[in-house]
């Protein structure tokens, strides 16, 4: 083991960071990082949408300035990102802008849902960038991903500090801790559909309560997209999937419920009844898609990290639910002619035609 320290020193001293030379041009970016750059630019693009509003509508003294600087860090993202663009000669995406969001519109939600939304959607831009920082080579969009991550996630900390100092954020089951380690050596420790169920584990607590408190966020935002859409598809869309994540949350609510542990409780008293849309219906749409197919990530990680068929058999109904309402949002994007490409490779039969 020394003799392997040693010569790990020595490659060290022999090679410093930093020190190998090469030209970016040299190496052109992979397909991964170049779909990750998309994706990353057309969710920034929304967020400052939205983050405007809120930010125009916002009186707080203590939200306000955490709702700026997630507006002028997702601003600096899409520099960062259209900079990178360029030196790759890859076309910047349409995505959405001004034309997309009405700062005269009447408040939607109230100032605390705003920063509890914009918490959330920090949680899930820091996942989508840590993703794409493990899957990119080139160094320079390691640092932005890196970066972004960083920037990402000092929001999520200050929102969350807010609204802890104001008691608005929801409070999460304790347990007893033990005293002491234990082994499983009963098979039943799986549980069963029906029966014979274990007590909940800190794991499945811990991602059953996140979730009920996403879906919850997830009615409000689309049950308050319903209210002032123009589109009678789209408002139909929404409101069923405000519907949707309301049983979804009561699922999650009654395993708690069944261990006496509390949830969450429903944002909806944080709309208000204004009935004049602040942003596009397609922007409208092509978000709240793309929130429900971020919910996909926790849904399966929350099958990774339970243990209880029963509690599995739900995450595996939720997680067909969000696909199909995900494949219909998709619809309808492309039937309004809002469906933008990813980038793809090149169609060799087509070539060969």
Known sequence: MNTVNQANQNYSEQVPFGAIQHNLENIPPNASEIGNLWASYMAENMSVCMLKFFVAKSKDPDIKPVLQQALDVSSQNINSMENLFHSINEPIPEGYGDKDVDNSAPELFSETFSLTYTRLMNVFIGLKYSLSLSRSSRSDFRQFFSEAMDNSRNINQRATDVLMAKGLLPKAPHIIMPDRTEMVHDKNYYGSFFGGKRPLNALEIGHLFYNMEVKLTLETIKL?????????????????????????????????????????????????????????????????????????????????????????????????????DSKDGADLMIENGWFEKVPETADRKELVQ
């Not at 002032?228 to 395993?255: P, R, W």
């Not at 099958?303 to 997680?319: F, G, P, W, Y």
Request: charged share 15%.
């Open 224 to 324: 308050g997209f319903s209210q002032v859409v123009n589109s009678d598809k789209i408002k139909n869309y929404l409101y069923n999937g405000s519907l949707m994540h309301k049983e979804q949350a009561l699922k999650f609510g009654k395993i708690l419920a069944e261990e006496n542990l509390p949830t969450p409780t429903s944002s909806n008293f944080q709309l208000t009844n204004s009935k004049q849309s602040p942003f596009s219906d397609k922007l409208i749409l092509a978000h709240t898609s793309a929130v429900t197919t971020f919910c996909l990530l926790d849904v399966g990680y929350g099958l990774t990290s339970s243990a209880r068929k029963d509690i599995n058999n739900v995450l595996i109904s939720i997680l067909t639910e969000i696909l199909v």
